[in-house]
């Protein structure tokens, strides 16, 4: 059965009081970001990251500080390279952060300048996480009463360690072929210290449908699983 090899990366940066760890998953998603500055110690996860890439590095960034209150908006970017995994298990990198502060828009604008900047260099380590593969998916469209048809997903996938977290989205928007499911695999790695033994963990998907699907594909890489039905 067809199976997806994928790494995920975890980064260790720090500087000028500032650490940083964040962890990128399989897919190449900012899966978690954890700032400590001081005895600020804060940690995002999944939307609350926003990840884009340009040809100056990949930027993570977070809002530290919402403007409620008449308060400023304060954001923090991590700028870091991309990464090619190898043979190491981890690779020393330099990064850097940016904080950035908008002023209160309470009142409108004024004048003169809306934001300041801080930067400061970080450096540190990315480490690799091992080859891992998914397999044995199954698909089924079960439409046994009394409860209402579901369509069920599910795979094993074979980690480096122990922590490791795999989960299935639906994609949107669709593909062209509306009986063909596509489903996002989101990988996500663990950020505490996890004991180094190979793991199996199960990635699952439900949803309520009468849509007959013929398939479902598992993004980014397949494999295209065909959909068995449970009358």
Same mark, same amino acid.
């Given at each position: 059965?067809?199976?997806?090899?994928?790494?995920?990366?975890?980064?260790?940066?720090?500087?000028?009081?500032?650490?940083?760890?964040?962890?990128?998953?399989?897919?190449?998603?900012?899966?978690?970001?954890?700032?400590?500055?001081?005895?600020?110690?804060?940690?995002?996860?999944?939307?609350?990251?926003?990840?884009?890439?340009?040809?100056?590095?990949?930027?993570?960034?977070?809002?530290?500080?919402?403007?409620?209150?008449?308060? !400023?908006?304060?954001?923090?970017?991590?700028?870091?390279?991309?990464?090619?995994?190898?043979?190491?298990?981890?690779?020393?990198?330099?990064?850097?952060?940016?904080?950035?502060?908008?002023?209160?828009?309470?009142?409108?604008?004024?004048?003169?300048?809306?934001?300041?900047?801080?930067?400061?260099?970080?450096?540190? &380590?990315?480490?690799?996480?091992?080859? $891992?593969?998914?397999?044995?998916?199954?698909?089924?469209?079960?439409?046994?009463? !009394?409860?209402?048809?579901?369509?069920?997903?599910?795979?094993?996938? &074979?980690?480096? &360690?122990?922590?490791?977290?795999?989960?299935?989205?639906?994609?949107?928007?669709?593909?062209?072929?509306?009986?063909?499911?596509?489903?996002?695999?989101?990988?996500?790695?663990?950020?505490?210290?996890?004991? !180094?033994?190979?793991?199996?963990?199960?990635?699952? $998907?439900?949803?309520?449908?009468?849509?007959? $699907?013929?398939?479902?594909?598992?993004? !980014?890489?397949?494999?295209?699983?065909?959909?068995?039905?449970?009358?």
């Amino acid at each position: 059965m067809a199976a997806t090899t994928v790494k995920g990366m975890l980064f260790e940066l720090s500087g000028e009081g500032i650490e940083i760890e964040l962890a990128i998953d399989g897919n190449g998603n900012a899966d978690r970001l954890r700032y400590r500055s001081g005895e600020e110690d804060r940690e995002f996860s999944g939307e609350e990251i926003s990840l884009t890439v340009s040809e100056d590095g990949r930027r993570a960034t977070v809002l530290l500080e919402s403007g409620a209150a008449d308060g !400023p908006i304060v954001r923090f970017t991590v700028i870091f390279p991309q990464v090619i995994p190898g043979d190491e298990k981890s690779f020393e990198v330099s990064a850097a952060g940016v904080r950035s502060t908008q002023r209160s828009l309470f009142g409108g604008p004024r004048p003169g300048p809306q934001e300041s900047f801080e930067a400061v260099t970080l450096s540190g &380590t990315v480490s690799c996480a091992g080859d $891992y593969t998914c397999h044995d998916w199954y698909a089924s469209h079960d439409h046994m009463p !009394p409860e209402p048809a579901v369509l069920r997903v599910t795979g094993t996938c &074979t980690l480096p &360690t122990e922590g490791y977290k795999v989960e299935l989205y639906r994609h949107e928007p669709q593909g062209i072929n509306p009986k063909d499911l596509l489903l996002d695999k989101v990988v996500i790695a663990p950020v505490d210290p996890v004991t !180094p033994v190979r793991t199996d963990v199960e990635a699952r $998907y439900e949803e309520t449908t009468d849509v007959e $699907y013929d398939t479902v594909t598992i993004l !980014p890489d397949g494999p295209s699983i065909p959909v068995e039905e449970v009358q």
